[in-house]
């Protein structure tokens, strides 16, 4: 509202992975009947495969806004969407790094589990897992030895910056709010592009990949070209 942009329809959904697929074709039909323009991914990246397979069913194209939570700005999982449904229509923000920091095997989750395990391959996953990880162990160390929920959260808020611009997950800070991302970058999918995998398919970045906080992202048109 502030920026004149309302939010004319919301569809709150059931965690229950069962019912994802009615869940969705639900939603869709919702944003559909009230002529929803562009859709806010405020959700888990299973979801959006049956959002993606309802939304082409309907004949329904909408621009898909990633918010860059729950691993929806993985290549993996984007994969996995319907391709007419985002092809040309899917871009946003990413709180992660790219695939390629994320999962390099010279990167900081490949090198601690190799030393943990003594294993070179971590398995799929793995390596978001480490940082989430990496943040509770974090927090527990910071509680000091009397672990109670208030030394938790002094410990916490007093936590020094964590990552920063180039890192594999960009900068983690918990002063002043119980939010750690504290800056993303602006992406967009390209049905074409290859991933660092060697797959195709492959969310590219604007700007370079540089990162920005609140209140400092570039006041022009993005430039995004989505093919």
């Excluded at 639900?26 to 049956?50: E, K, L, W």
């Excluded at 621009?63 to 871009?91: M, P, S």
Aim: proline share 5%; aromatic share 12%.
């Amino acid at each position: 509202n502030k920026y004149n942009t309302p939010i004319t329809s919301r569809y709150d959904y059931t965690l229950d992975v069962s019912q994802f697929p009615s869940e969705a074709a639900r939603g869709i039909t919702q944003f559909n009947a009230a002529h929803v323009s562009s859709i806010i991914m405020a959700c888990d990246p299973i979801s959006m495969v049956f959002l993606t397979q309802s939304a082409t069913k309907q004949n329904y194209h909408p621009e898909w806004i990633n918010i860059g939570v729950a691993a929806d700005d993985t290549n993996g999982y984007a994969r996995l969407w319907d391709k007419q449904a985002i092809n040309g229509h899917l871009f946003g923000m990413s709180q992660l790094g790219t695939d390629a920091k994320v999962y390099s095997q010279q990167g900081e989750a490949a090198q601690a589990y190799k030393a943990a395990t003594g294993k070179n391959e971590m398995p799929q996953g793995a390596a978001l897992i480490y940082y989430f990880l990496l943040q509770l162990y974090n927090q527990l160390q910071a509680a000091g030895p009397n672990l109670t929920p208030q030394n938790i959260a002094i410990g916490t808020h007093n936590m020094p910056d964590g990552g920063g611009a180039t890192s594999a997950v960009g900068t983690w800070r918990f002063k002043g709010d119980h939010t750690a991302i504290e800056d993303s970058r602006e992406i967009y999918w390209d049905s074409t592009a290859t991933g660092f995998d060697g797959n195709k398919g492959s969310y590219v970045e604007t700007y370079g990949g540089k990162r920005f906080k609140s209140g400092e992202w570039p006041q022009e048109n993005p430039p995004i070209s989505p093919k």
